[in-house]
């Protein structure tokens, strides 16, 4: 068992179990750091060197270098409450909650999730449909394949239009979870106040990969977000696909903020605080005298936002951490 996987199923256990939120984000960033690492460190004191390990992570990590195991993982896996919670929240929809009323119902698995398809919701049943195909990481190759066919028809509606391909695929990694799509068209800024006209964007070009044979089911559909599921060809497996639709004066602060990591956004955003800017998914803005957001800056691409806050640039494959 990889440091990755065992922080991992912390991190999982106390969102979904404990809803211990501060826990969750401390295992999640430490399966993060340590999944960065071109090797595996070799003591607790090594490892407190890195960012998001702290003192209790550290002796974990001894622990299981020690011993080869982790009690507190041993214990969560004792109590088979526990171990269907974490299981029914591997299906796309279901929550920690929702997941903690079907095992109190008496459904503990996906056999018995399949048997009880009547208390699910509609994002939820497909989910539980796709549940095989959603487990396996999607390699980059098959995106690349993906990402060349969303572009090749995409322009065939119009050349205009601009499409990023965010996330892990972006910072370079080898396999990704899902396919998170930012698409924008001149036409289409933060000014225009009729958004309901522009949402027809969006739904033409969903219309247009339907058509194509590219998706093949939608969880929900609205203005500037789909949501649904994808397949390259009957020999590839279904695979999770987000299209956000967004204003051209906001991309590339959107292209920056889906790429993350999140710990790489969450350092961007504390340094342009320190320079006295606001930073999110949606503009740059200059903070007043008095502390509030000012006008948003022209961006025209990624750089811009690294140069006006004086951030060092860091390319999309170096911000993993």
Not at 163 to 182: N, Q
Request: hydrophobic share 30%; with cysteine; proline share 3%.
């Amino acid at each position: 068992m990889t440091f990755r996987v065992i922080w991992q199923k912390l991190a999982n256990y106390e969102r979904n179990v404990s809803k211990n939120v501060y826990k969750y984000n401390a295992y999640r960033k430490a399966a993060n750091t340590l999944a960065a690492l071109d090797e595996r460190v070799k003591s607790g004191e090594e490892a407190k060197k890195l960012p998001g390990i702290g003192d209790k992570i550290a002796k974990k990590i001894d622990e299981f270098l020690e011993t080869g195991k982790l009690r507190k993982l041993e214990d969560i896996n004792k109590d088979e409450n526990n171990v269907a919670i974490n299981l029914l929240t591997r299906v796309t929809g279901i929550g920690p909650s929702k997941a903690k009323e079907l095992v109190e119902a008496g459904i503990k698995s996906i056999e018995d999730l399949k048997k009880n398809i009547d208390k699910l919701n509609h994002h939820q049943r497909i989910g539980l449909k796709h549940f095989e195909d959603f487990e396996k990481k999607i390699p980059r190759e098959e995106i690349e394949e993906i990402e060349k066919f969303i572009k090749t028809n995409v322009s065939e509606v119009d050349k205009s239009y601009v499409i990023t391909i965010c996330g892990s695929y972006r910072r370079g990694k080898s396999e990704s979870g899902d396919i998170d799509v930012l698409l924008t068209h001149p036409n289409y800024t933060s000014e225009k106040k009729d958004a309901k006209k522009h949402s027809k964007h969006l739904k033409t070009i969903v219309t247009h990969l339907e058509e194509k044979n590219l998706i093949t089911d939608t969880i929900s559909h609205g203005e500037s977000k789909f949501a649904g599921v994808c397949r390259l060809n009957d020999k590839k497996p279904y695979r999770r696909l987000d299209i956000r639709f967004v204003p051209h004066d906001q991309y590339y602060c959107a292209v920056l903020y889906f790429t993350g990591s999140d710990l790489f956004n969450k350092n961007m955003r504390a340094h342009a605080l320190e320079k006295k800017y606001t930073l999110n998914e949606y503009a740059l803005k200059k903070l007043t005298s008095e502390g509030a957001p000012g006008e948003s800056e022209k961006i025209t691409c990624e750089e811009d936002i690294f140069s006006i806050i004086d951030f060092p640039f860091k390319k999309p494959e170096e911000r993993s951490i």
